[in-house]
């Protein structure tokens, strides 16, 4: 089993939908937990990082961590071509950090 | 300014190579990190160093070898470079540990020919 998993998609929605992305993770321990983006060629850059049990929001994004489950999830609210990429889950463990295999997203204008 | 950089950005080469991939932060972080992201697109830590020192050494052939000369800088060198090395290299860094936010490099597109 993999540290951390991701569905790897395509996700598709139309523009203005709500754009839900999950993922799930192996070890009970885990502590930290970060959502990146990465857009095609570029490197990838953080969204959100959230630590605690439930909801984190900024701006259009929030993030849902519940650590019973062993799930982290990342709702984009009003999706907008411009979010589409591929969004990484990122989990640390001690020191170790494992990240999720992405899962593509495209918003349809 | 940038923050996080890597040279070369392209970097083709022929197998059984030696080559090297510099990272420099001005960020004034502690920590700094190579990752190896395959065509897959995973992403996979290879190294980790905090304030110069190793913290980090995953599962890589001992062909990669890190090198720390100061916290603002740390580089990769690659020994006998084979086909199954081809991949983007990134390097990152963040403040501290854990908890940080690790803001990553452009990437070193690495072709082994």
């Known amino acids: 089993q993999k540290e951390v998993e991701q569905n790897s998609g395509p996700l598709s929605v139309p523009e203005g939908a709500i754009a839900s992305l999950n993922c799930t993770y192996s070890?009970?321990?885990?502590?930290?937990f970060f959502w990146y983006r990465q857009y095609s060629g570029k490197s990838p850059e953080l969204i959100m990082s959230i630590y605690s049990n439930g909801d984190k929001e900024d701006g259009r994004f929030t993030a849902q961590l519940n650590k019973a489950s062993q799930y982290v999830s990342l709702l984009i609210r009003d999706s907008q071509p411009s979010d589409s990429a591929t969004y990484l889950c990122a989990v640390t463990t001690g020191n170790q950090f494992y990240f999720g295999t992405g899962t593509s997203l495209t918003v349809i204008p | 300014d940038t923050a996080v950089s890597q040279t070369p950005k392209y970097l083709v080469t022929q197998m059984g190579n030696d080559k090297s991939i510099k990272c420099e932060q001005n960020l004034g972080h502690d920590t700094m990190y190579w990752y190896k992201q395959d065509s897959k697109k995973f992403l996979k830590i290879m190294f980790s160093?905090?304030?110069?020192?190793?913290?980090i050494n995953e599962t890589v052939p001992n062909r990669f070898s890190p090198k720390s000369p100061d916290k603002a800088h740390l580089n990769l060198h690659i020994n006998s470079l084979e086909l199954g090395d081809s991949a983007v290299y990134f390097c990152?860094?963040?403040?501290?540990?854990?908890?940080?936010?690790?803001?990553f490099g452009p990437g070193t597109r690495l072709l082994v020919l």
């Open positions: 070890d009970r321990g885990s502590q930290s």
């Open positions: 160093y905090n304030n110069k020192e190793l913290i």
């Open positions: 990152a860094s963040s403040q501290g540990w854990e908890q940080e936010t690790q803001y």
